[in-house]
């Protein structure tokens, strides 16, 4: 962030750009919300953005770009083999990795198939710091297990640590020498941990991954989708960074890589994917399933304008300016919150702010969902569509059990540069309101379980009349307020 200093009282946020196209918002009444929520079965995944009022559900593909990145679509080259939007891309993502090779594919979850299909095999093993919801399933389906080795203080709510995405060492060896390195299938270091709250991890522990692996034979896979908001955390937290620029950072990171994907969605503000590395054989291995699943190998599924703007998105990734946005807005909101005594996960991290449901709901137990009842009350509440990230989230064991998330989170994104304070401001008011007003929520239950992913489309009932008393409470405390 710029260093700006504020003459009276207290600094606040700082927006290093302005705004010049906006999209007009739509609330609607609380009664419409509580029969929109109805209708999308609890599940804010199946809301119709029309009844949205702030989409908070996720930062993918829906960061504001810039400019730059909207003037440099329209020079886009459509051939469908060796477009020079392709060679644009490629020496964009090359430069900004030092990688010599790139493989492009259609959002993240792509090269994580392309990844699990071609190193992981039934009884093999991936350990990671902590699993990201569609890395996970994609190994699983394969017959890999998942091993999640974060720092024990990566799982606690409320810490002081800055790198809570870091991996535990030890029990990484210990890992490794229990199955053996030739049944780990990689090591996956995912940036600005998505899961528990976009907590990102240190160059000194990936520095120590790195040399395991290396000592092992194992490749070492970084996931660099949330890597924006990881570096602003290594250069404003991390002693050693903040001396280097941030594509020193980013250079030193991929030199300790095997393999870096990312999905385009989050790194550089646009929508697509890829592969890097610098070994051949892996490069040979991996491209093979690029035309199978993706497409040809100079677009692999992503439409040519796209390619343009990620392109730039990651020349604009390297200025500070640009990404810092993110991670202040979301250090503004989680301590007005924590101020106020809402259960939040702090430090604050990337991607968004994230409301610990088994702390704000402690009356909901695990098998009802607290955290999918959070999100819908609170879209009642406000209009604000949240996503769920516990126990919906995760698939059931094998034996059908249901697997207990370790936290239950509501998660709060923040799409980069897209709302402005006064927005940020309601969604704490509504918080506040509905921190105060919690015993009238209550958890939900399945109508619907799909078996796999199930969080996107399966649908859920109140186990109880709560969202009417909630309504009406509403109505008595906010007069004809939308
Ligand atoms: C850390 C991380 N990895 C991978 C993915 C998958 O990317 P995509 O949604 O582009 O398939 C995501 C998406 O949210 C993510 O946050």
Redesign the pocket.
């Known amino acids: 962030m710029a260093n700006v200093k504020f003459y009276a009282g207290e600094s606040f946020p700082l927006e290093m750009h302005k705004v010049r196209i906006i999209q007009k918002l739509n609330l609607i009444p609380v009664e419409e919300r509580g029969k929109a929520i109805a209708g999308a079965g609890n599940n804010t995944f199946l809301l119709n953005n029309r009844d949205v009022f702030m989409d908070m559900l996720?930062?993918?593909?829906v960061n504001a770009m810039s400019d730059r990145q909207l003037a440099s679509m329209m020079k886009a080259d459509d051939s469908y083999a060796g477009s020079e939007t392709f060679t644009r891309l490629d020496k964009s993502v090359k430069h900004f990795f030092g990688c010599k090779y790139f493989l492009p594919a259609?959002?993240?979850?792509?090269?994580?198939n392309i990844l699990s299909q071609t190193f992981v095999k039934p009884g093999y093993v991936v350990p990671m710091n902590y699993h990201?919801?569609?890395?996970k399933a994609l190994i699983t389906v394969n017959g890999g297990t998942v091993e999640e080795l974060i720092i024990d203080e990566g799982l606690k709510i409320r810490s002081e640590c800055p790198f809570k995405g870091d991996i535990d060492i030890g029990r990484l060896k210990e890992v490794i020498k229990r199955y053996g390195a030739d049944k780990v299938a990689y090591v996956r270091m995912?940036?600005?941990?998505?899961l528990v709250g976009g907590q990102p991890f240190s160059l000194a522990n990936y520095e120590e991954v790195s040399k395991l692996c290396r000592a092992s034979k194992i490749p070492l896979v970084l996931?660099a989708?949330?890597l924006a908001d990881n570096l602003y955390f290594n250069k404003r937290r991390e002693e050693r960074c903040k001396k280097m620029t941030l594509h020193e950072i980013v250079l030193k990171f991929a030199e300790l890589s095997d393999i870096i994907?990312?999905?385009?969605?989050?790194l550089g503000f646009a929508?697509?994917?890829g592969i890097c590395t610098n070994d051949h054989d892996i490069f040979l291995r991996l491209r093979e399933l690029v035309p199978l699943f993706e497409g040809f190998l100079t677009y692999g599924g992503m439409s040519v304008r796209e390619m343009e703007a990620i392109a730039v998105g990651l020349d604009e990734t390297l200025d500070e300016d640009m990404i810092s946005q993110g991670p202040i807005f979301i250090d503004y909101m989680v301590k007005e919150l924590d101020k106020r005594g809402i259960p939040v996960i702090t430090p604050p991290g990337g991607?968004g702010c994230h409301i610990d449901a088994m702390a704000f709901l402690d009356h909901i137990p695990q098998e009802q969902y607290p955290a999918g009842a959070l999100g819908s009350a609170y879209f009642i509440a406000s209009g604000i569509r949240g996503m769920e990230r516990g126990t919906l989230s995760e698939q059931r064991d094998p034996d059908g059990k249901e697997h207990f998330s370790n936290m239950e989170l509501l998660r709060l994104a923040l799409p980069r540069r897209v709302f402005t304070l006064s927005q940020v401001n309601y969604a704490i008011d509504r918080l506040v309101w509905l921190y105060e007003n919690r015993r009238l929520v209550e958890g939900l239950r399945f109508v619907e379980e799909p078996r796999i992913l199930r969080f996107f489309f399966g649908r859920l009932e109140p186990v109880s009349g709560w969202q009417g008393k909630l309504i009406e409470k509403f109505r008595k405390d906010f007069g004809d307020s939308l």
């Open positions: 996720t930062d993918s593909g259609h959002q993240g979850r792509a090269c994580e990201f919801t569609t890395a995912e940036a600005g941990t998505n996931d989708s949330l994907y990312f999905s385009a969605r989050k929508r697509g994917g991607l």
